[in-house]
């Protein structure tokens, strides 16, 4: 089975503080794809970033950087100086041969930032 | 448009009508998605078409009945539901399925529904 655990439900920031999300799954494929979607309230789900398990290189995209480490199956995310756009709803998500590359949720974070 | 497009953004209905939610995607995907997006509820896959067959219906009450006309559209037919059938529901496309970089799937807006 696969599961996605984000335990943080709410995080609440002052603008220009830094905020990291954490994000730990399981699952008993040995090739598997993470991913990090953000919704705003509006609703639609943005997509952010896709991480194959092979590639453990972390990613740094703007202000917005991944750490994935398989050792401790974790897949974090880090906004730096957070802005009040970034004021959302962030989902990690799984996907693997296991469950038919359908993607299995976390819970997701809230993230307020107040200026 | 780009991207995929959801309308009505917001539905209100009884429990008695019939209405249906449509989903449009221009990003010449094969593969697309209904999700059930309700509070306090990780997302819950509902359906899925490939090439316009359906391959996955995840235990869907029959009250939601999907359809795929062609690769760029899907539908979800309501009728009868309940109070706790409200929620956001998110379409999704993908260009595939099945564990390559292609089958990374994008949202639309969603449409929230109220059922009174």
């Known amino acids: 089975a696969q599961k996605v655990t984000q335990a943080q439900t709410e995080i609440s920031v002052v603008e220009k503080e830094d905020v990291t999300l954490d994000c730990v799954y399981e699952?008993?494929?040995?090739?598997?794809?993470l991913f990090w979607y953000k919704q705003p309230p509006s609703g639609e789900l943005v997509f952010l970033i896709r991480?194959?398990?092979?590639?453990?290189q972390n990613e740094i995209s703007g202000r917005y950087s991944w750490n994935f480490q398989k050792s401790t199956s974790s897949f974090n995310f880090t906004i730096t100086a957070s802005q009040v756009v970034d004021s959302a709803v962030y989902f990690c998500?799984?996907?693997?041969?296991?469950?038919?590359?359908?993607?299995?949720f976390g819970a997701g974070t809230t993230v307020t930032v107040r200026a | 448009e780009t991207g995929v497009t959801q309308t009505p953004r917001h539905l209100v209905m009884g429990m008695t009508n019939k209405k249906s939610l449509k989903c449009e995607q221009h990003?010449?995907?094969?593969?697309m998605y209904w999700y059930k997006q309700s509070a306090k509820k990780p997302l819950e896959l509902m359906f899925v078409?490939?090439?316009?067959?359906?391959?996955e219906n995840n235990s869907v009450p029959s009250r939601f009945s999907p359809e795929c006309p062609n690769s760029s559209h899907l539908f979800l037919h309501l009728h009868t539901l309940q109070p706790e059938d409200s929620a956001l529901y998110l379409c999704?496309?993908?260009?595939?399925?099945?564990?390559?970089?292609?089958?990374?799937?994008?949202f639309g807006p969603g449409t929230r529904l109220t059922v009174l």
């Open positions: 991480r194959n398990s092979f590639d453990e």
């Open positions: 699952t008993r494929d040995t090739t598997y794809y």
């Open positions: 078409y490939n090439f316009k067959e359906q391959t």
């Open positions: 998500a799984l996907s693997g041969r296991s469950n038919d590359y359908k993607l299995s």
């Open positions: 999704a496309s993908s260009q595939d399925r099945g564990g390559s970089l292609s089958d990374t799937q994008y």
């Open positions: 990003l010449g995907h094969n593969a």
